[in-house]
């Protein structure tokens, strides 16, 4: 009872700031108010708007998009926002009430994956739009959601259009180079030993492009507790496979994959824990692994290294 009156003051505080915002004139010359939820978009769109917009990022390094929760203070700057862009598919479950709230409201609302077209996204049991939201991770989809952002930029900023425009024209050209760059690393190690083992299931979008064997303890969402069943055939599965490294990643308790390592010891085997990958959540503000394409470049160095 009292969760779900703490959900309704925050519907209700939004919809007074709601009310607040559209009593306030815009000033012309103000800068377009954007809002992203990830990481990952906040990066996106902060390449695209460069200094034309002003972006406030919802969730920070380390945080779990499929448990977050939106406080009061998140709330009112959505509802203060121009513009929000959500990665969509369900992946922040737990703003989608927010988002409905917000529906027929003056503030324009951008579920990114609406860029990618559905024939090509992997299939879940486990969201309520039954595909696998971990779409950043095909950079072929990351170039579709960069252009998808820049005409919605334009839409809501039109005196800025041609800023938006030469700034995503230069982002895709760097992901272009992303793209070459990672190819010639995962070059370097066998197909048999691409086998990427990891938390959850965060990584199924990288495994189809580059041609790597995924396997998440957690399944695809970080709310879907791993159990001792689930840990023991996983131990199995390394040892028949042979392989040398499992993964942690920076938005998901290491202790599943400590509990993961500690079984395959008490069957007298060896795997070591290869590193961190940055899966649901960038790196630390300023930091190379703090963009999309650092991000990327880390993780796909880190697990060549490791498994190699």
């Given at each position: 009872m009292k969760k779900t009156v703490n959900k309704y003051i925050l519907i209700l505080t939004a919809i007074f700031v709601?009310?607040?915002?559209?009593?306030?004139?815009?000033?012309?010359?103000?800068?377009?108010?954007?809002?992203?939820?990830?990481?990952?978009?906040?990066?996106?769109?902060?390449?695209?708007?460069?200094?034309?917009?002003?972006?406030?990022?919802?969730?920070g390094s380390g945080v779990d998009p499929h448990l977050y929760k939106a406080s009061e203070g998140d709330v009112s700057k959505l509802f203060n926002a121009d513009v929000v862009f959500y990665n969509g598919l369900h992946l922040e479950g737990k703003l989608v009430e927010v988002f409905e709230k917000m529906e027929g409201r003056n503030v324009k609302t951008v579920a990114l994956a609406d860029a990618v077209d559905e024939a090509k996204l992997i299939g879940s049991e486990y969201f309520a739009s039954n595909y696998d939201p971990h779409i950043w991770f095909n950079i072929s989809f990351w170039k579709k959601m960069t252009a998808f952002a820049v005409e919605k930029l334009k839409e809501a900023d039109p005196k800025n259009a041609t800023l938006f425009e030469e700034n995503g024209k230069k982002y895709l050209e760097s992901l272009n180079v992303l793209d070459t760059d990672i190819r010639q690393i995962i070059q370097g190690l066998p197909a048999e030993k691409r086998i990427l083992v990891t938390a959850h299931d965060a990584f199924n979008y990288f495994g189809q492009d580059f041609g790597f064997e995924v396997v998440g303890l957690q399944g695809l969402s970080t709310a879907t507790e791993a159990g001792v069943q689930d840990v023991q055939e996983l131990a199995k599965f390394i040892i028949e496979k042979k392989v040398k490294a499992i993964f942690v990643e920076s938005s998901v308790p290491k202790r599943t994959i400590e509990a993961l390592q500690a079984s395959i010891r008490s069957k007298g085997h060896e795997v070591t824990i290869g590193g961190i990958l940055y899966s649901d959540a960038l790196g630390n503000k300023g930091t190379v692994e703090g963009t999309y394409t650092g991000m990327f470049r880390y993780n796909v160095n880190t697990i060549v290294g490791a498994l190699k």
């Amino acid at each position: 009872m009292k969760k779900t009156v703490n959900k309704y003051i925050l519907i209700l505080t939004a919809i007074f700031v709601f009310a607040c915002k559209n009593d306030a004139k815009k000033d012309e010359n103000a800068k377009l108010n954007v809002v992203t939820t990830t990481t990952m978009l906040t990066d996106l769109i902060g390449n695209i708007g460069g200094d034309a917009i002003e972006v406030q990022g919802l969730m920070g390094s380390g945080v779990d998009p499929h448990l977050y929760k939106a406080s009061e203070g998140d709330v009112s700057k959505l509802f203060n926002a121009d513009v929000v862009f959500y990665n969509g598919l369900h992946l922040e479950g737990k703003l989608v009430e927010v988002f409905e709230k917000m529906e027929g409201r003056n503030v324009k609302t951008v579920a990114l994956a609406d860029a990618v077209d559905e024939a090509k996204l992997i299939g879940s049991e486990y969201f309520a739009s039954n595909y696998d939201p971990h779409i950043w991770f095909n950079i072929s989809f990351w170039k579709k959601m960069t252009a998808f952002a820049v005409e919605k930029l334009k839409e809501a900023d039109p005196k800025n259009a041609t800023l938006f425009e030469e700034n995503g024209k230069k982002y895709l050209e760097s992901l272009n180079v992303l793209d070459t760059d990672i190819r010639q690393i995962i070059q370097g190690l066998p197909a048999e030993k691409r086998i990427l083992v990891t938390a959850h299931d965060a990584f199924n979008y990288f495994g189809q492009d580059f041609g790597f064997e995924v396997v998440g303890l957690q399944g695809l969402s970080t709310a879907t507790e791993a159990g001792v069943q689930d840990v023991q055939e996983l131990a199995k599965f390394i040892i028949e496979k042979k392989v040398k490294a499992i993964f942690v990643e920076s938005s998901v308790p290491k202790r599943t994959i400590e509990a993961l390592q500690a079984s395959i010891r008490s069957k007298g085997h060896e795997v070591t824990i290869g590193g961190i990958l940055y899966s649901d959540a960038l790196g630390n503000k300023g930091t190379v692994e703090g963009t999309y394409t650092g991000m990327f470049r880390y993780n796909v160095n880190t697990i060549v290294g490791a498994l190699k």
